[in-house]
């Protein structure tokens, strides 16, 4: 039981960035979604300026729609990916 709580304490700490597509009407769009622990979530897609936030629900991650956190979420994740130089960002954060 120990070395469960402590894998699911490891990942409730960690940051992962997974490519996925999504639906948006009758199109596909390929985002990058940017997991903070079992908190929550930001994705984005760069060349559509598609965006929004994520967080747990009782039948899964319940994605929110938000154009005008684009250009935020997209220089977190390159900024997490080291592909710009570190700075502050501000973005939304929804509490359970």
Do not use: C, H, M
Not at 6 to 19: A, E, V
Not at 73 to 87: F, H, K, M, P, S
Request: charged letters at 20%; zero cysteines.
């Amino acid at each position: 039981v120990v070395g469960i709580l402590n894998k699911i304490d490891k990942f409730n700490t960690g940051i992962t960035i997974t490519s996925e597509i999504r639906n948006i009407g009758e199109n596909s769009v390929e985002v990058k979604t940017l997991y903070y622990g079992l908190a929550g979530a930001y994705f984005a897609s760069e060349s559509s300026g598609y965006s929004g936030t994520g967080k747990p629900g009782s039948d899964g991650w319940i994605w929110t729609e938000n154009a005008e956190i684009s250009k935020e979420v997209v220089d977190l994740i390159q900024t997490y990916e080291g592909a710009r130089e570190a700075t502050f960002v501000t973005l939304p954060v929804t509490t359970l």
